[in-house]
């Protein structure tokens, strides 16, 4: 790291009060945890497998590592320290907004040593300002540090879409991770829970990195229902696909039912039958479908069809947030389900600790007070819901970050997955897709609506 930006003569940086030193080292952490799980996902293939397309769905890796560095130059160099940029030039072909995935690998980008070179240059300059910066309210995006955290979240998003790109990837396996932890306790006993009716407070107006999507806190009303206890299994998916479920159109929303005929789909993406068994594809690994695991790889065409024929239905997006953060007995929202600390290994499969999903009902100790488990990490979870902004929305810091993509389009996918860091991962986090994705670390839980008193 490069020393802290003085001038010759001046003071050393002040430390400021014990609340700015705790957040200077909350973002100087976040921001090294990223580039660290960037270094790996970039550093363990060569060259040529950096700058190819995997997939036209997706970015080469060389892109994402040179945008990584760009944004940061953008909003933590320019806007927050206020210095002047480093590399205007490269702006426009790193702009996710001006060129579409399909066609990046045309563009003149900076090659894998010279996107390194820039990342690196990027980070050193911002340490080195960030050594001495003064992180009290003397704006919205200094207030509690919040650019930092955006930009270290938006650097683990990019890290979560390329560890998709290596999921994508065709080769030998060039990651490894040791496999999740077997849960003492077992699987819950009940397999579905009773969410009482009643207000509860969603959204958030006081987490100090939360993105603008999960703001303002409201309340929300919401009538009594039961959820799955656990993420669906695959061992429950294949009953559908057993009885047919991929050919019967009774199930199947008109768009979706289009869309797998049209592409042949009979189950979830990367799986296949072979000799009267299911095989699937990890990371570069072809092994037999683990039956107990959370399923993965879905769409939400496929999650909906599913709940259909189970005689059930996704839950909201409100539902899911209330069955994870609301706690009956007082009546508050809490940040996660098991309460307001941050995660630990042993509440939820988050950072790419492993390279998959834990067995459906792992993870007792980050259950909801009503015993909801897995709610946060394993696998985002697919809702009912459209992509809307709360009552009271406001964009920030730009508006293509969110309110470009509100609307009946996307849909929403709420609790994270392994692939997904604790920094961009919380009870109020809004994730978002076209309904025909699979690609990404997608599953999800069933709900119904309960019997009138």
Known sequence: MTAPETAPGAAPPDEGTPDEAALRSRAVEALTTARERTALLTSCVDEDELTAQHSPLMSPLVWDLAHIGNQEEQWLWRAVAGREALRPEIDSLYDAFQHPRATRPSLPLLTPAEARAYAADVRDRVLGVLDGARLDATGPLTEAAFAYGMIAQHEQQHDETMLITHQLRKGPAALTAPPPPVTAAGPPAQREVLVPGGPFTMGTSDEPWALDNERPAHTRIVPAFFIDTTPVSNGAYLAFIADGGYHDERWWRPEGWAQIREHGVEAPLFWRR????????????????????????????????????????????????????????????????????????????????????????????????????????????????????????????????????????????????????????????????????????????????????
């Open 274 to 453: 072979e000799g009267g068994q299911w095989l699937r594809r990890r990371f570069g690994v072809t092994e037999p479908v683990a039956e107990d695991e959370p399923v993965l790889h879905v769409s939400w065409y496929e999650a909906d069809a599913y709940a259909r024929w189970a005689g059930r239905r996704l839950p909201t997006e409100a539902e899911w947030e209330k069955a994870a953060r609301h706690d009956p007995a007082t009546g508050r929202s809490r940040r996660y389900p098991w309460g307001d600390a941050d995660p630990e290994p042993g509440h939820a499969n988050l950072g790419q600790r492993h390279l998959g999903p834990a067995p459906a009902g792992s993870y007792p100790e980050g259950a909801s007070p009503l015993g909801v488990r897995q709610l946060i990490g394993d696998v985002w979870e697919w809702t009912a819901s459209d992509f809307l902004p709360y009552p009271g929305f406001r964009a920030f810091p730009y508006k293509e970050y969110s309110e470009v993509f509100f609307g009946p389009a996307h849909k929403v996918l709420r609790g994270g997955s392994f692939a997904v860091d604790p920094v961009a991962c919380r009870g109020t986090f809004r994730n978002w897709d076209l309904p025909v994705r699979r690609q990404i670390f997608s599953g999800f839980r069933t709900a119904r609506d309960a019997e009138p008193a």
